[in-house]
């Protein structure tokens, strides 16, 4: 599915392929559609334009991602570096200190029982230790830097920071529902965790989905969100095959309900207009063995991307619109 609008240019002509259309993404393409011109025709609070992070082989290098533990607000510090979402993650500790993922307490509701863990990709603190999260970790069949600083916006405003304050929302919104949620990191580490802890905590904790939220760092004019499937991958301590199935429903109904709480569209420069991309290259993917996605919630290095990234109003959609595919997942 593409969408086109009056803030939204159209993708670049490419050889037609036939992408894999889904049916919870089918039923709210309509209503979608709809939704977000009328979204673009009166404005986005806080800056226009949907978007999202690229996911396919065009992720930027390392950039600032900081994580700001209590920031909701738009303006940022952190040093902005171009990079990609790529498998980083939030920061953490150090290796040495045993990854201690923070939990909020359940309340009664229709998700009671379920667990759900939440990644907020990168960490603040990972531009103070570059040493550590540029060591080589096993990713299953292949080894990588343990993490990344993340990117930002041209003004600053880091992708780690985004990712950390967008977590806590959709925290707050699960445990309403009844889930136990879990962090990888809550902004009590020093730096990472490496993208293999993460995927530990998620197994550890046998959760029922685990969404890893990201931004992208991609060109100007690159716009959307997308969200990261893992590919079929059997090899050395690898092996997704039992989760491949799982981790696509969970990431067609997050990408559905994206569209239509946000008003951002698809991707204009990965995924073909679905919005979904599939990978094999990353570690917190390879390694999980419960159903996990990424999200790249939009294009952090586009101004109008930037706009919405910024806007604590579009935070809280991006949150809501996350929560509510996850919801729709844990419910069948």
């Avoid at 498998?87 to 040495?96: I, L, V």
């Avoid at 995924?271 to 570690?283: A, K, M």
């Avoid at 604590?312 to 509510?324: D, N, T």
């Amino acid at each position: 599915m593409s969408y086109v609008g009056p803030d939204f240019d159209p993708p670049q002509p490419r050889r037609f392929r036939r992408a894999p259309l889904t049916v919870a993404l089918a039923a709210l393409v309509p209503g979608a559609l709809l939704g977000w011109l009328v979204y673009e025709a009166v404005g986005a609070p806080g800056g226009g334009g949907g978007s999202d992070k690229a996911a396919g082989g065009t992720t930027s290098a390392s950039a600032s991602k900081k994580s700001s533990a209590s920031s909701s607000s738009a303006g940022g510090s952190g040093s902005p570096a171009a990079s990609a979402t790529d498998d980083g993650e939030k920061p953490g500790t150090s290796s040495s200190t045993p990854a201690s993922p923070t939990s909020g307490p359940a309340a009664s509701g229709p998700l009671r029982g379920k667990v759900v863990v939440i990644d907020p990709g990168h960490n603040s603190g990972n531009f103070q230790h570059t040493a550590d999260i540029n060591r080589k970790v096993n990713i299953g069949t292949n080894w990588k830097e343990c993490d990344t600083t993340g990117t930002s916006t041209n003004a600053g405003y880091t992708e780690a920071r985004f990712t950390l304050d967008v977590a806590r929302r959709l925290r707050t919104i699960l445990q309403k529902e009844g889930a136990t949620v879990k962090f990888t990191q809550d902004g009590d580490r020093s730096w990472g965790p490496c993208v293999d802890e993460r995927a530990r905590i998620g197994n550890r904790a046998h959760a029922d989905a685990v969404v890893s939220i990201h931004a992208d760092g991609s060109a100007t004019g690159n716009r959307g969100f997308h969200v990261i499937l893992p590919g079929v991958v059997h090899g050395g301590a690898a092996d997704t095959r039992p989760i491949v199935a799982s981790s696509r429903d969970l990431g067609e109904r997050i990408a559905g309900n994206f569209v239509r709480v946000t008003g951002s569209a698809p991707s204009n420069y990965v995924g073909d207009g679905t919005g979904l991309v599939t990978r094999e290259d990353l570690g917190g993917l390879n390694l999980s063995t419960v159903p996990k996605v990424f999200i790249e919630c939009a294009n952090m290095r586009d101004s109008k991307d930037a706009a919405r990234v910024t806007s604590g109003e579009w935070r809280q959609k991006a949150a809501r619109g996350i929560s509510e595919g996850i919801v729709s997942f844990l419910r069948g």
